[in-house]
């Protein structure tokens, strides 16, 4: 099966999707000659600010993505690599100083076994960044989901619908406070986007979200599903333009001790 990640739609909103990264990053502190890993690291360009940003003297990106990673390895050099890889199977045997993952951990299940293995990977005194979006109830989400339930597409998905394993922020501070963090900074915010239209919305999580559904379903069959989508998306949002789309996510910063 070919990746459904295509990182030019997933580029579109560059500039609005980078701000949370910049956001998460300056939560950060240099780890000069240090190890650092960027989970689910996309496309790259993102990684290489991050490795320059943090001094680290190695980074690797990691990604389970080859359209991703191909993109990516335009970036590597001077201690940056990109690897294929599975965040589910992450266990290092060589701790790292900085575990960094921005957008990414939302596709994983299982937040109360992942979260304790990533801080299982970090040094002491190692940092753990996250930023993940939180958007799940606004209908540009709940209407993907909807839509996926509605036959004929239930059949052609074989009874397939998303579940979001993102937890309220404070579940994360509660859990990392009980992993014995010394430092401890989480938040939800809203990011505002003024999209050109409505439209504009169906473009955001083509590039994300709906990419599940794609990958799950033949050409023919995933342009009827997003022709539904749209049909129904439309109707539930008021036109106007801009469109102002807010956009949850959760941002996490600890430290070990
Ligand atoms: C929304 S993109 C974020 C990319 C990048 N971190 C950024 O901020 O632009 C999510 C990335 O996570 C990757 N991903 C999703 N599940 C993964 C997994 N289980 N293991 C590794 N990478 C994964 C996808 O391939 C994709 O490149």
């Known amino acids: 099966m070919t990746s459904p990640w295509d990182p030019d739609q997933y580029r579109k909103f560059a500039d609005e999707r980078s701000q949370p ?5 300056r939560l950060c502190q240099p780890i000069p000659g240090g190890r650092a890993i960027d989970l689910g690291c996309g496309p790259g360009e993102l990684t290489k600010v991050l490795h320059e940003r943090v001094a680290a003297r ?16 335009q970036h590597a050099g001077k201690g940056l690599t990109f690897k294929l890889g599975t965040i589910v199977r992450f266990r290092p045997a060589k701790p790292f100083e900085l575990v960094f993952s921005n957008a990414a951990l939302q596709w994983v299940d299982g937040h109360e076994l992942l979260f304790p293995r990533l801080w299982a990977g970090l040094a002491p005194g190692g940092q753990l960044a996250v930023q993940m979006p939180a958007n799940h109830d606004h209908p540009s989400h709940l209407i993907a989901h909807e839509v996926a339930r509605e036959e004929p597409f239930q059949s052609w998905l074989g ?4 579940r979001v394993p993102v937890m309220p922020p404070e579940w994360y501070a509660e859990l990392l406070d009980g992993l014995g963090a010394t430092d401890l900074h989480v938040r939800l915010q ?9 439209l504009g919305v169906i473009e955001w999580v083509k590039g994300t979200l709906l990419t599940d559904y794609k990958h799950r379903l033949t050409d023919e069959r995933y342009a009827a599903y997003l022709e539904r989508y749209r049909e129904r998306l439309l109707s539930a949002l008021t036109e106007s333009r801009p469109y ?14």
């Open 21 to 25: 990264f910049y956001d998460l990053l």
């Open 244 to 257: 102002f789309y807010p956009f949850k996510r959760v941002l996490i910063w600890a430290r070990r001790a």
């Open 58 to 73: 190695t980074t690797v990106g990691l990604d389970n993505s080859e359209t991703m990673l191909a993109a990516a390895a």
């Open 159 to 162: 009874g397939y619908t998303r």
């Open 190 to 198: 809203v990011y505002g986007h003024h999209l050109q239209d409505r």
